[in-house]
């Protein structure tokens, strides 16, 4: 299987991606599916989310004071 990127996987492999996206390769070709959930009820006029690369996760936190995180009541994913 070739991904977006170009790069070659082998048939029956699984991998995460750039993108943190789970990724395997079968006969049917490639699949991925997210591997992190994504806050989607909060307060967005206070609030703001941000994704983290590095840990493949969201945090809310406050626009004016990010050390200040947001509760979240639903996470979709």
Do not use: M, Q
Request: glycine share 4%.
């Amino acid at each position: 299987c070739r991904d977006s990127n170009g790069e070659l996987h082998k048939l029956d492999s699984h991998w995460r991606n750039a993108d943190c996206y789970d990724c395997s390769c079968s006969e049917d070709g490639i699949n991925c599916c997210s591997s992190f959930a994504t806050p989607s009820v909060y307060d967005e006029e206070k609030c703001e989310s941000i994704f983290n690369k590095e840990t493949c996760s969201y945090t809310v936190v406050e626009k004016a004071d990010h050390l200040k995180e947001c509760p979240v009541h639903v996470w979709v994913g």
